[in-house]
């Protein structure tokens, strides 16, 4: 552990130098195993936050009240602490920049982790392709890396469902057809699509964007349950 980064009130980033990383694709995960004294051992996935060009290895980890590893990572861990991983895993919910665009990425919460990490791969690739990241959070305050987006190139949609600053002038309403019909490209131009959070919203976006003409074969889903696990 290099360093520890606070994003939101319960979300951390964990900058990590594993020994022999043998490089990631943006897109991929890890999995984090912890050990107790007395032996038990409790396993999470965790999306990889940072571009395969990037420096370091970054997970983003949001605290679960009820979880049995990511309150341990958010609140106790200190840098100089070592982490068991493996991974990195996954190659379908992957994006290169040679695998082309335009890049639809519809982000709910917490899964918004693995597109910081295609993001920063396009930027760092010099990569032209249009990108477009809606991402739903509850507030303002809950926007993970909400500094950072800017910064990258792509056209970011923020909608805040539960509370909205005072003066807010973009959305404040949960993604469905109609804001996705909004946001999203036309069907004809064929956007690679990536939706990632929770399992009802992804299923909610996914069969909107179906329902709005979109190939189901470009799009590409990956969901998580209420306990963080895949």
Request: proline letters at 7%; a negative charge; aromatic letters at 8%.
């Amino acid at each position: 552990m290099v360093e520890l980064l606070d994003e939101t009130p319960r979300v951390r980033s964990l900058v990590l130098d594993p020994p022999d990383w043998s490089g990631h694709l943006a897109g991929q995960h890890v999995d984090v195993r912890l050990t107790a004294e007395d032996g038990y051992q409790a396993q999470r996935s965790y999306s990889i936050a940072s571009a395969p060009e990037d420096e370091h290895l970054v997970l983003t980890v949001e605290r679960l009240d009820d979880g049995e590893v990511s309150p341990y990572l958010v609140d106790e861990l200190r840098p100089g602490d070592e982490l068991e991983l493996r991974g990195p895993i996954g190659g379908y919910f992957v994006w290169e920049a040679s695998t082309g665009g335009p890049l639809l990425l519809i982000a709910g919460g917490s899964g918004v982790v693995p597109f910081r990490s295609m993001l920063r791969h396009r930027a760092a690739a010099g990569n032209d392709v249009p990108a477009r990241l809606l991402y739903s959070s509850r507030s303002l305050e809950e926007v993970i890396y909400r500094d950072e987006w800017k910064g990258l190139g792509a056209d970011v949609r923020l909608t805040l469902t539960r509370e909205q600053p005072e003066g807010w002038t973009g959305y404040a309403r949960r993604i469905d057809s109609e804001l996705l019909a909004e946001v999203a490209w036309p069907p004809e131009e064929q956007p690679l699509v990536y939706v990632c959070g929770p399992t009802p919203f992804v299923e909610v976006a996914a069969e909107s964007l179906v329902a709005l003409g979109y190939d189901p074969g470009r799009i590409k889903t990956e969901r998580f349950g209420a306990t963080g696990g895949r």
